[in-house]
C-alpha cells in the first residue's frame, strides 16, 4: 500500500518521498524510529495535493515542523509524515502586517519583523521550532505570546476544507489553543506597531542573551519539556528536586537549565521516557505538583506513557 501511495505522490506532487527514514534525522532530539512514508512537499500547493491523496487513502497523517518540542518513539511513527522543512517559507510585510506561512521558522519571522521596525514579536527571539507549531502551542517567552497579535489562521480541516479563521474565533491559553487536532495550519497574519527601531533592538537582544544565559542552546534538546504551573518555575521545581545534571542512559537532565533534558550521545527514546518519569515523579512526591508536558510524545503506547499525558 505504501509503495502505491508513494508511487501516486511522485506522479501528482514535487514532493520528496522517502520509505523507512529515520526520524532521527528530522528531530532536535536525534531520538526517532523510521516513519513508514516520510514525504516533503515543495510548496503549498503541493502540501495541499499531498494531503488530499494521503486522506483518500485512509493514511494516518502526522505533521513535523522543525522536529523541535517532540520526542518520538525508537519505534517510529505508521503511516504517513509529513515535513514542512521545504515549504511554507514565505514571509511579507505590508505597513505594520505581517505575513508569515507556517512552515517558517519562528526565529526568521521575529528578525523580519524587527527588520522592518515591528514591535510585538522581538520577545520570542530564540523560541526554537516552526510559526505552526508555535500557534499550536501558543509559544511565549519573556511574557509575550505569538497569538497576541494574530489577525487570523489560514488552515486545512479534517475535511479537507481550507479555512481562515479569525483570531476571536480561536481560544489561547498558557502554551495552548483551540485548534483541532487533524489542522493544519498553513499561514497567518500579524497586526504589528511601528516603533523607534532602538526599542526593538534592545527587546531582541535581551531575549537573545537572556536564552543563552540560561539555557542549554548547544545541545541536543526539544526545548522546555514541561510546562510552569501556575505562579512557579518547572526549572526551578525540578532543581529544588536536586534533577540538576541527573541521568539514564545517554539522556540528561542539563546542569544549565533543569527543565532541558539533553540526548548526550546516543539517548533512546526509552531512556528519555524513563527520565521524564523520574523527573515528573520526583516532582509530585515532594511538591504535590502534577508537571504537564510542554514536549509532544509521538509513536509511543498508552502504557508506556501512563501518567505523563
Known amino acids: 500500500m505504501i509503495e502505491n501511495i508513494m508511487k501516486e505522490l511522485n506522479s501528482e506532487t514535487s514532493s520528496l518521498c522517502l520509505m523507512n527514514e529515520s526520524l532521527k534525522k528530522h528531530t532536535t532530539y536525534g531520538i526517532g524510529g523510521p516513519a513508514d512514508l516520510m514525504i516533503f512537499p515543495k510548496s503549498k500547493q503541493d502540501l495541499i495535493k499531498v494531503i488530499e491523496i494521503i486522506n483518500e487513502n ?3 497523517l502526522t505533521i ?12 517510529g511513527i505508521r503511516g504517513a509524515v509529513i515535513s514542512l522543512k521545504n515549504s511554507l517559507k514565505q514571509i511579507k510585510v505590508s505597513n505594520n502586517i505581517l505575513y508569515a506561512e507556517c512552515g517558517t521558522m519562528l526565529g526568521k519571522i521575529v528578525r523580519h519583523a524587527v527588520k522592518n521596525n515591528l514591535i510585538g514579536l522581538e ?48 481560544n489561547f491559553s498558557y ?10 495550519l498553513l499561514s497567518a497574519k500579524f497586526d504589528l506597531k511601528k516603533a523607534d527601531e532602538n526599542i526593538i533592538h534592545e527587546n531582541f537582544i535581551k531575549a537573545q542573551s537572556g536564552r543563552k544565559n540560561t539555557q542549554p542552546l ?63 515523579g520526583e516532582v509530585l512526591e515532594r511538591f504535590k505538583i502534577n508537571l504537564s508536558l510542554e514536549v509532544k510524545l509521538i509513536g509511543f503506547n498508552e502504557d508506556e506513557i501512563e501518567g505523563l499525558c
Open 175 to 184: 502554551r495552548k489553543s483551540s485548534f483541532q487536532k487533524d489542522d493544519i
Open 58 to 60: 485512509k493514511l494516518q
Open 123 to 170: 520577545n520570542l527571539n530564540g523560541v526554537p521550532g516552526t510559526l505552526g507549531g508555535a500557534l499550536i502551542m501558543n509559544a511565549g517567552a519573556w511574557g509575550g505570546e505569538i497569538s497576541e497579535n494574530l489577525i487570523h489562521v489560514e488552515l486545512i480541516n479534517s475535511k479537507n476544507e481550507i479555512k481562515k479563521i479569525p483570531k476571536k474565533d480561536l
Open 218 to 280: 548547544s545541545q541536543r534538546s526539544a526545548g522546555s519539556l514541561f510546562k510552569n504551573p501556575e505562579n512557579n518555575s518547572a526549572g526551578k521545581l525540578l532543581d529544588e528536586a536536586g534533577l540538576k545534571g541527573f541521568s539514564i542512559g545517554d539522556a540528561v537532565i542539563s546542569d544549565k537549565h533543569a527543565n532541558f533534558f539533553i540526548n548526550n550521545g546516543k539517548a533512546s527514546s526509552n531512556d528519555m521516557i524513563r527520565l521524564i518519569k523520574k523527573a515528573h
Open 64 to 75: 513535523l515542523g522543525s522536529g523541535s518540542n517532540v520526542l518520538v518513539s525508537d519505534k
